[in-house]
């Protein structure tokens, strides 16, 4: 077992022969492990013991090589860092003299699966959630970001020269571009390698650099023909063609026309008790923050930093016990979003906060006016009477749209459908409410708000009978889901449903076959 997972150690080291190879063989073994625990627990579950058991050696052996948890810790980041540097930094700064190509073998590279694994960008998030404890996780990461920026930001300037569009501003494209990156590293942390699609990745980077410089990236292909025609199948009663459950063009336009709009409950006013409570969430793709202030104020912001776009909170509910911190950026905030101290953009970015009842419901501030349905107060009448109990996620090997279809095909009388993702359930000991949401195109997170009628509990005998079964059903709908996200990978476009279509549903799927046929021709079907 000298290799974990199937990676291959990269690094080159100084030729060494006999007991020295052997040494550092089995140095690389433990770094390899050390990453693979650092995936699976994070830097502060990690043990010796689990790192030993991964590389399949003896615990003592570890003092030889590092004198320390910590110790292996930092080497492993290390080691991380200098296969950024050898595999991508030298030779993309060989080609600089020609930005163009220089660019393309940035995109390639950084995306390439030896070093952009889900394992490995996974460990790299790890660190930075960790860096503000521990000043050489955060110089590591700080000069392997310094030096790549300064990279792209130095292609840029080439690449503006070439092309004469000095109306261009050299940091903002480069930033743009690390943008576009990062938020594809971001979802392969998430996936597992099957289910990445690199070769889509790649072509959305790309693109990206063909829109800033027109005529210079412009060998990407386009949609095959017929595909805008597939798109419009739905408005026949028909299926969304097969590639819109896996298209992140689309899922993009979802979030900004649908999702973000829309208001997405959030918890419950008994969970914020007293002045510094917190509870975090999904606002349709902005992640909330909702934070009880002094005299009993209620504010809504990004759960974001404002230097770099990491959580400032990563539990769902908590106690703050006088202001909002970001360790790693040294950066403070009072209550109401205020910056006090630190150096940053500004305060926190704020979101829009309605209390229907004692529910909390948030959405992206500056969004388009919510329709009648889902403002007026009846839609959550059922739930004011009503206290919270629980909230637990589950993560769906399924396009949040799929869920939608399955709420909306065979509604139930006692459950209510609150637009764009949202299932209301009242039952006769509490209510429950659903909220699926995309964490990427073809997967999604399903949330479950559980509520009770105050401390009355129902009879033993009929009590248990009514949570068997929403339970029991719940899962029927994933596996479903899951099914057949499964059986939509390379399945045909257009493909028609039998027997009569819900309105409900059919209104449903022409809004997504409108965003869909919205969409640049030229972007390609993923």
């Known amino acids: 077992m000298s290799q974990v997972r199937g990676e291959r150690a990269t690094v080159s080291e100084h030729p060494a022969s006999g007991g020295s190879r052997i040494r550092q063989r089995q140095r690389q073994r ?13 830097p502060s579950r990690t043990t010796v013991e689990k790192v030993v058991a991964l590389a399949d050696l003896s615990p003592g052996i570890v003092r030889f090589y590092f004198d320390s948890k910590a110790a292996m810790l930092v080497a492993s980041l290390e080691y991380l860092a200098a296969e950024f540097g050898e595999r991508v930094l030298v030779p993309v700064a060989r080609l600089k003299e020609h930005p163009v190509q220089a660019l393309r073998l940035l995109v390639n590279l950084y995306l390439d699966a030896e070093v952009a694994s889900p394992r490995k960008v ?61 938020v594809l590293w971001q979802g392969i942390a998430f996936q597992s ?45 028909e299926r969304l063609p097969a590639h819109a459950y896996r298209d992140e063009a689309l899922l993009a336009a979802e979030r900004e026309q649908l999702l973000r709009p829309a208001w997405q409950v959030l918890g419950h006013e ?32 990004r759960n ?38 630190g150096s940053t953009p500004g305060d926190l970015a704020p979101l829009e906060l309605w209390r229907a ?31 919270p109990r629980a909230v637990t996620a589950q993560e769906i090997a399924a396009d949040w749209k799929l869920v939608i279809e399955q709420w909306l095909e065979t509604p139930a009388p006692h459950q209510r459908f609150v637009a764009p993702n949202q299932l209301l359930e009242v039952r006769t000991d509490g209510a429950c409410i659903l909220q699926v949401v995309p964490t990427v195109a073809g997967r999604s997170l399903l949330r479950r708000f559980e509520f009770s009628r105050g401390r009355a509990a129902a009879p033993r005998s009929r009590g248990r009978m009514p949570q068997r079964r929403p339970a029991q059903w719940l899962r029927e709908q ?40 919205a969409l640049p021709p030229e972007r390609g079907e993923r």
């Open 478 to 517: 994933i596996a479903l889901a899951e099914s057949t996200q499964a059986g939509l990978q390379g399945a045909p476009d257009g493909v028609l449903d039998e027997g009569p279509i819900a309105p409900a549903l059919a209104q449903f799927r022409a809004q997504i076959a409108s965003l869909l046929r």
């Open 30 to 42: 433990l770094i390899d492990a050390c990453i693979s625990a650092l995936h699976i627990y994070g």
């Open 357 to 387: 009842g004692r529910l909390l419901l948030v959405r992206a501030a500056g969004g388009a006016p919510a329709t009648l349905a889902d403002s007026e107060e009846s839609t959550w009448a059922a739930f004011a009477a009503l206290m």
């Open 193 to 237: 390698e099957a289910n990445i699609d690199r070769a889509g990745a790649v072509a959305r980077s790309l693109r990206y650099l063909r829109s800033v410089f027109p005529g210079q990236f412009s060998d990407l292909g386009s949609a095959p023909a017929g595909a805008a025609g597939a798109a419009g199948a739905a408005a026949g009663g």
């Open 304 to 341: 974001a930093c404002r230097r770099r776009p990491h959580a400032l909170m990563t539990a769902r509910r908590g106690h703050l016990k006088s202001a909002i911190h970001c360790a790693a950026h040294s950066l403070t905030y009072t209550f109401d979003g205020r910056l006090v101290s």
């Open 122 to 182: 996974s460990v790299w998030y790890a660190f930075w959630g960790e860096a503000s404890a521990r000043q050489e996780y955060q110089d590591i990461c700080g000069k392997k970001d310094e030096e790549f920026a300064a990279l792209v930001r130095e292609l840029m300037e080439r690449m503006i020269a070439v092309s004469g569009a000095s109306h261009l501003d050299a940091d903002a494209v480069a930033l743009g571009l690390i943008g576009v990156l990062e």
């Open 270 to 301: 008994a969970e914020l008790a007293a002045a510094g409570d917190y509870v975090t969430g999904d606002a349709g793709g902005e992640r909330a923050l909702v934070v009880r202030a002094e005299r009993g104020r209620l504010y809504a912001f």
